[in-house]
């Protein structure tokens, strides 16, 4: 099952990645991706809540960046349109209802709806990725072995 390997680091910590791309495993890949946190995840439509951003920088040979990008811009169209099909089937399944709970009616339907994109997202997820938490950060690879290699080069300093 292809599910990603995730590597938690203090956001102090600013990561070391492996001279290899993320993508395709290529050495010295001479180029980098610029990726942010998760601006555009789906919890992010839920709690509207975007908190400081965070943003580091990959390697990823050339092919492989702009096919993580198109990636990225597929995911938010994904998310979008998937939001808004959602509010539209929420409006129309809760037009009977005026009451005080029509909100969050309206959340759960567009929860509904977005569920299949996020266990797309969780069983294909893209080479790489992060989601950042107040002081931790995640970062989560496709790759397992790049993941290993990413975490031993990481290796927190000895404080445990
Ligand atoms: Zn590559």
């Given at each position: 099952m292809p599910v990603s390997?995730?590597?938690k680091l203090p956001k102090s910590h600013p990561p070391i990645f492996p001279d290899r791309c993320v993508a395709c495993r290529a050495k010295s890949?001479?180029?980098?991706?610029?990726?942010?946190?998760?601006?555009?995840?789906?919890?992010?439509?839920?709690?509207?809540?975007?908190?400081?951003r965070h943003t580091v920088e990959v390697p990823a040979c050339k092919p492989c960046r702009g096919q993580m990008g198109r990636q990225r811009w597929l995911q938010l169209s994904v998310?979008?349109?998937v939001i808004a099909v959602g509010v539209v089937l929420a409006g129309s399944l809760l037009e009977w209802y005026?009451?005080?709970?029509?909100?969050?009616?309206?959340?759960g339907v567009v929860l509904v709806c977005l569920?299949?994109?996020?266990?797309?997202?969780?069983?294909f997820p893209r080479p790489f990725d992060m989601t950042a938490f107040s002081d931790e950060v995640d970062y989560e690879f496709r790759?397992?072995?790049?993941?290993?290699?990413?975490?031993?080069?990481n290796q927190p300093p000895a404080e445990e």
């Amino acid at each position: 099952m292809p599910v990603s390997t995730d590597v938690k680091l203090p956001k102090s910590h600013p990561p070391i990645f492996p001279d290899r791309c993320v993508a395709c495993r290529a050495k010295s890949p001479g180029s980098i991706y610029r990726a942010g946190t998760n601006a555009i995840g789906w919890w992010t439509w839920v709690f509207m809540a975007f908190g400081r951003r965070h943003t580091v920088e990959v390697p990823a040979c050339k092919p492989c960046r702009g096919q993580m990008g198109r990636q990225r811009w597929l995911q938010l169209s994904v998310n979008v349109v998937v939001i808004a099909v959602g509010v539209v089937l929420a409006g129309s399944l809760l037009e009977w209802y005026q009451g005080p709970f029509k909100r969050w009616l309206t959340l759960g339907v567009v929860l509904v709806c977005l569920l299949p994109v996020f266990l797309w997202e969780i069983f294909f997820p893209r080479p790489f990725d992060m989601t950042a938490f107040s002081d931790e950060v995640d970062y989560e690879f496709r790759d397992a072995d790049y993941a290993a290699e990413f975490a031993t080069l990481n290796q927190p300093p000895a404080e445990e």
